[in-house]
C-alpha cells in the first residue's frame, strides 16, 4: 500500500456500491440522534428514495453481464471485505429499495394509527437499519459480511414485530419466537461459515469458491454447506422451518409485514442461491442431490401444505402469512429444477412475488386501518366501501394465483417450463394444482370483501390517499410486469446464467465495472 | 446502601480511577491491547458501579437515559462518519491511508483512532443502557402486592 496507488481518487460513480449501504445506515443513527417525531419520517424517505436510486444506476451498469468489485478501505480481496454486484444482486437490491420506498409512505399513516407516538422515532431508525441489513446481506461478496448484515437486519426485525404490541400483546411472543429460530438460523448459518473456513482459510466469496474447487471432495465443507443451507431455509421459512413467519407477520404492525414479506425472506433465498451457485459451484451441489432431494419435495410440500393451512384461516392476514410460505416453495422449487429456467423462475418469482405479496399486505393495513382488524367477519363487505382498496386485493389476489396478465403468471409459466425442461410433466401438473388451492383462497378474501353486508361497526370510509397510492404502485405493477416483462425476466435470466456460471472469480482491479 | 460508608467511600474513589483507566485504554488502544470495546465496558462499568451503590436515581442524574440513547447514536455515526470522510478525500469507505497521502500508516493510525472512538462510545452507551433496561424494570407483583 504505497502512498503512489493513492493518486488516482475515486470518482461518485466508483462510490456507488457503498453509497448504496452507507445512506440508509446512516439515517437510522441520525434519525436517534435528533431524535425528532417530524423529521424522522422525511429521512428515512429520502434515503431510501437515494438507495433506490442508487440501485437502479447499478443495476443499469450490470445487467448485460460483468460485475462490480468494491474494496472496503481500500484493501484487496480475498483479505478486505468485498462488495460485489452483478445482475442476481443487482435485481434484488432493486426489489428491497423499491418496496421500501413504496411502503413507507404508507408506513407514516398506519404506524401512525398502530404505534404509540413516543416510538415513531425509533421505528423509523429501526426500519432504516432493518433496510440496511437486507442491502448489506445482498450486496456484499463477503461470506461473513453476510451474517454480521444478517443480523443488523433480522435484530431490526425482531424489535419492528414486537412494535405491533401496542395493538395486540401476543405480538411480543411472535417476535420472541422469531427471535429464537432466527438466531438457531443465523448460529447455524455461522457454523456453516466456521467449517468453510476451517477448510479453506478465507471468507471472500470468490476465493472460497475457487479453493472449495481445488479441496475436492471434502466432509468439512459438506458439513458446512449443511450447515449453511439449513440455516438459510430457517431464515427463508422453507418448509418445515416456517414456524416462526405466520405469527411474526401477523401480529407485526401492517407496513412492517408488508416490508418484511416482500424482502427478509427474498433475501434468504437469495443467499441461499448466491452460496449454492458461486460459492459451491453448481455441480457440487447437484453431487449432493440436495436440490433434487430435499429442497425439490420440501418445496412441493409447501406449496400444497401451506396452501392448503390458507385456505381455512378466517383472518386475511394470517392467509397471507401462510401464502406467503407457500409461495416461498415456488421459489425452492425453481432451484431444485437446477437447470436456467428454474432459476430464472426462482429469481423472477422472488421480485414479482415481492411486489404482490406487498399490495396484498399493506391492503391489509388499510382494512386495519378502518376496521382495527382483519378476521373475515369483521372485515365483511369493506370492498364495497373502500372499492380502490377493495379492487387492489383483487388485482394482487390474482396475481398470488397467476392469472395471465399479472406478474404472478409470468414467474408461474417460466417455473412450468422449467419442469417441463427436466422432463418433470406431473411437477407441472403440480404447480398447476397448487394454483387452484391459491384460487380458493383468495376467493374467500374477494367473497368476504363483495358479497357479504358491510360490517357495521367498522368506519365507512377509503383509506387515505397516503395508503391507496402505494397500494395502487404495488398493485399496478404487478399487472405492469405481467405484460412488460423485459426488466423481471431479462435481468432474472442474466442472474441465471450468471448464477449457473458459478463463481466469477477473485477480481484483481480495484472498483471495476467487466463487461 | 445508605448505611455501608465504606462501600460508599471506595466507590467514589474507584469511580474516577477507573473512567480514567477507561481513557487510557481508549487511547491507548492502536499501541497496546485494548481500545474502543474494551474502554466503552471499562467507561461503563464506572458508571454502573455507581448505580449499584448509590442508586438507579443516582446514576440517572449523573448520566441521564436519553443522553445514553443520544450516546448509541453518536458512535454509530462518528465510526461510519470517518469512512465517509475518506470517501469525500477520494478514497475508499474507511480507507484510512488518505487521511495522510505521504505516510499511509499515520493515515492508519489517526483513522483507527477516531473509529475507535466513536466504538468506546457506543459501548458505553449499550452497557449502561443494559444496565438501566434491567434496573428500571419493576417487578410484575410488587413485594407488597402479596
Redesign the interface.
Known sequence: ???EL?SV??SWQD?LP?LQI?IP??A??????L?SRRLAWPMAFAASVAALVIAMMLLSRVIDGGFIS?????WAPPIGIEYRIDAANALVLVLIAAIAVVVLPFAKVSIAAEVPRRHHALFY?MFMLCFTGLMGVVITGDAFNVFVFLEISSLSTYVLVAKGASKDKRALTAAYDYLIMGTIGATFFVIGLGFLYMATGTLNMADLADRIALLGPNRTVQAGFAFIVIGMALKAAMFPLHHWLPNAYNYAPSAVTAFLAATATKAAVYVMLRFMFSVFQPEFVADSGVAAYIIGPLAVLAMFVASFIAVFQNNFKRMLAYSSIAQIGYMLLGISFFNHNGLTATMVHLFNHGITKAALFMAVGALVLRTGTTFYDRIAGMGRVMPFTGAAVVVAGLSLIGVPGTAGFISKWVLVQAAFDNGLWWMALAIMASSLLAVIYVWRVVEALYLKAPNPEAVHKEAPLMMIVPIWIMAGSTVWFGFDTSLTLGAAEMAATALLNGSSGLAEI??SAMQ | MHHHLILRVITKLLVGTIILFAFYVQFHGDFSPGGGFQAGVIMAVAFILYGLVFGLNHVQRVLPP?VV??M???G??IY?GT??W??M??????????FS????SHGQHSGILYVELGVGITVTGVMVAIYYAFAGRRPFIGDDDW
Not at chain 1, 28 to 33: C, H, K, R
Not at chain 1, 70 to 74: E, L
Request: glycine residues 14%; neutral net charge; aromatic residues 12%.
Open positions: 500500500m504505497s502512498a493513492q481518487a475515486l462510490q457503498v452507507i445506515f446512516f437510522g443513527p441520525l434519525i436517534v440522534l431524535g468494491y474494496h472496503m478501505g481500500g431508525a480495484a472498483t | 436519553w440513547h443520544k448509541l447514536a453518536l454509530v455515526l461510519a469512512g465517509v475518506n470517501m478525500l477520494g478514497g475508499e469507505f474507511l480507507n484510512y491511508n488518505i497521502p505521504l505516510h499511509p
